[in-house]
């Protein structure tokens, strides 16, 4: 059984962006629909599995008689062509502090804390030791990997720097070079090590690799590829990097033929065309290379992804610049400034989302424990009451809410039954057992994002058709969607809509659940009702109550204050109702509480790579920037950079608009 969830954003009345989708499965039926997906792509169960697992437990997960652990999922799902990029979990105490450990190594890395992040990773060994388990080695031996990586970039930079800044300089750089080749050698061997663990090496150096790829007889999950891509970087690095083009065009034409979510193509392509890139570049293959990364720009551009794009960008304006053509170099050369110019204004590195090894994922968790303690609470069951039948006494209920000790999957699913949560692992809000609907699904976000109304309708009815509409979760997705377009066409009334919206928002949450002012009991809300909660806050803005969404809206954010893990783990969707807020403060003229917002989402979604929506938070800053009466200057600027940004994503009608009053403001000037 699959999960998939929906949001909706003020950019249109119907329009959802797909900056945060969903993709949420039932442990139970994970194995399931993995078998499924192989017997429909005529895959065998040895080709699917070969290097990942053994043909004995993928056997297991597709009969159901053993869990997924998730990276494996991820990799199996995505040599499906697959993506399982949108994971809601809900994991036991352990499980949590493992996903915690990772997040915060990757993280310490990303941004060149590399004291820390060996600390953390010293830690993350001692609580999840791989032992003979070939994904967890496979994870480690990357991470070794990319710390040497890290370490010589910071080694190089520096003696970059005192080979320039005084006169022994250059004898400083000769005597670094040792140290430098190996740390290069090192991250080499550690990647070639991650390589091996699921691909046989001989087949990297004598060119299997390349050949099984083009005749579509070897299947890869992205955790592969990166792998790969880093171990071949390092080449590069080393000087090393001949005969790499056959084996890049390889991958290349791989993730376009086999990797069917637009998010993850768009990163991996960026990536692997940075390498190649960058071989075209050196053979003056400039032709090559503009073609090349034409592709890969309109697909991030589409996709409002930044991962890895700028240094796409400085390859695209040498290669244009080599072909003599300015107007293409001056077009992607202004995009490049703009961008530079909004990371630096927000703080942000831009080298913290162009390191080869990033990839926007972004997974939201929750912790079994919390969930059924903060459900139990609400509904007023006290523990001796939930237990009946299941577990002797409530002390082994309160060792699981603490996090002390992890339930048993059938007692689990009982207490879950009873407080009426869905038992799953992978949790959210479309059950359907076909996968090709959870793609209809994302496919209707795509349409509405850009205002596609007519596509969107058709199959919006298809989706209606496809799945169980009894099922509480259903409803809300589903009518959920539905209601809004109904709104939009004038077959309802703001009104009516507003009321069905709260209707499907309260079968499963009710709206006093967000006053409750006992913080631990009142349960955070899964996606579907984030969904819903932000369309009655729009309903409610539409029919000129915008005081009392604001009200809701800042009671919602105000239980994701000093939860800092669930604030960046859960519900990145939180930022579908801060964009409207932030439209509805300024509207209020609460001007500094508007722009703070906008400052914080800005600075959030550039840390992760995606940019969709952000454009509108500039309009806001620009509109603030007028009323308190700054230099037109300035509001000209930030109507700038929200043009260039709402171009580069390609929203026509609002770069349109955008476009008219940057024209109006430099003829105020």
């Not at 080869?356 to 939201?364: G, H, I, V």
């Not at 209601?483 to 919206?501: D, F, H, I, Q, V």
């Not at 932030?582 to 840390?607: F, G, M, Q, S, T």
Request: aromatic share 8%; proline share 1%.
């Amino acid at each position: 059984m699959l999960h998939g969830r929906h949001l909706l954003y003020e950019s249109s009345i119907a329009g959802r962006s797909a900056v945060c989708k969903g993709i949420f499965m039932k442990l139970e039926c994970v194995g399931k629909q993995i078998k499924i997906l192989r017997l429909k792509a005529d895959i065998s169960r040895s080709k699917l599995c070969s290097g990942l697992c053994s043909n004995q437990l993928l056997f297991m997960i597709e009969d159901e008689e053993a869990p997924v652990d998730p990276i494996l999922l991820f990799s199996l799902l995505e040599r499906l062509g697959k993506s399982a990029v949108w994971l809601t979990y809900i994991l036991t105490a352990k499980e949590y502090g493992i996903v915690l450990l990772r997040e915060r190594l990757e993280e310490a890395l990303r941004f060149g804390r590399l004291e820390e992040a060996k600390k953390i990773f010293r830690k993350y060994q001692r609580t999840n030791p791989a032992g003979n388990n070939k994904i967890l080695c496979m994870y480690e031996d990357k991470i070794m990997g990319i710390l040497a990586l890290e370490e010589y970039m910071l080694i190089s930079a520096k003696y970059r720097e005192e080979a320039y800044g005084e006169a022994g300089g250059k004898r400083c750089v000769e005597k670094g070079q040792e140290r430098l080749l190996r740390l290069l050698d090192a991250a080499c061997a550690y990647f070639l090590d991650a390589v091996r663990r699921t691909i046989p090496v001989r087949e990297l150096s004598n060119g299997g690799l390349t050949r099984q790829l083009l005749a579509g007889n070897k299947l890869l999950g992205m955790t592969e590829i990166e792998n790969i891509l880093l171990y071949l970087f390092v080449q590069q690095l080393s000087g090393k990097g001949k005969g790499q083009t056959k084996l890049l065009l390889a991958l290349y034409h791989y993730l376009e033929e086999y990797m069917g979510d637009d998010d993850l193509r768009a990163q991996y392509l960026t990536k692997t065309g940075m390498l190649l890139g960058e071989l075209y570049l050196k053979c003056g293959d400039y032709s090559s290379c503009a073609i090349m990364h034409e592709n890969i720009l309109l697909l991030n551009r589409k996709c409002g992804m930044l991962v890895c794009v700028l240094p796409v960008l400085e390859q695209i304006i040498a290669a244009y610049r080599g072909l003599r053509d300015n107007e293409k170099a001056e077009f992607y050369l202004l995009h490049k400034r703009n961008l530079e110019e909004i990371f630096q204004e927000a703080g942000v590195s831009v080298d913290c989302v162009s390191k080869l090894y990033y990839t926007f994922r972004p997974c939201q968790y929750f912790v079994e424990g919390k969930v059924i303690a903060t459900q139990r609470k609400w509904l007023g069951i006290k523990q001796t009451e939930l237990i009946v039948g299941i577990y002797k006494n409530a002390e082994s209920l309160s060792r699981i809410e603490h996090g002390v000790a992890n339930a048993d999957r059938n007692k689990i699913a009982q207490i879950m039954e009873r407080l009426k949560i869905d038992k799953t692992r992978y949790s959210g809000n479309l059950i359907t057992d076909e996968y090709q609907i959870l793609e209809l699904e994302q496919d209707i976000e795509k349409h509405l994002a850009r205002r596609q109304f007519c596509e969107a309708g058709h199959e919006l009815y298809m989706l209606e058709k496809s799945v169980d509409m009894k099922a509480e979760c259903n409803k809300q997705l589903v009518l959920g969607m539905k209601n809004m377009e109904e709104y939009r066409s004038g077959e309802k009334t703001c009104e009516e809509a507003l009321l069905k919206a709260k209707e499907l928002l309260e079968l499963t949450y009710p709206l006093e659940n967000l006053e409750s002012r006992e913080k631990r009991n009142a349960r955070i809300p899964f996606c579907n009702e984030m969904y819903l909660f932000n369309q009655v806050c729009v309903l409610l803005h539409k029919v000129g109550k915008t005081k009392e969404a604001v009200e809701r809206m800042e009671e919602m954010m105000r239980k994701y204050e000093g939860m800092v893990e669930e604030r960046k783990l859960h519900f990145k969707n939180i930022h579908l109702c801060e964009i409207n807020l932030c439209k509805y403060l300024e509207e209020l003229d609460r001007l500094e509480d508007a722009e703070k917002i906008a400052n914080r989402v800005i600075k959030e979604k550039l840390l992760w790579g995606k940019i969709s929506q952000i454009h509108k938070l500039f309009i806001r800053k620009s509109n603030i920037a007028e009323k308190r009466k700054k230099n037109i200057e300035v509001s000209r600027e930030l109507i700038e950079k929200a043009y260039y940004l709402s171009e580069l994503c390609i929203y026509e009608k609002d770069s349109k608009i955008l476009k008219k009053a940057l024209e109006d403001a430099a003829g105020k000037i």
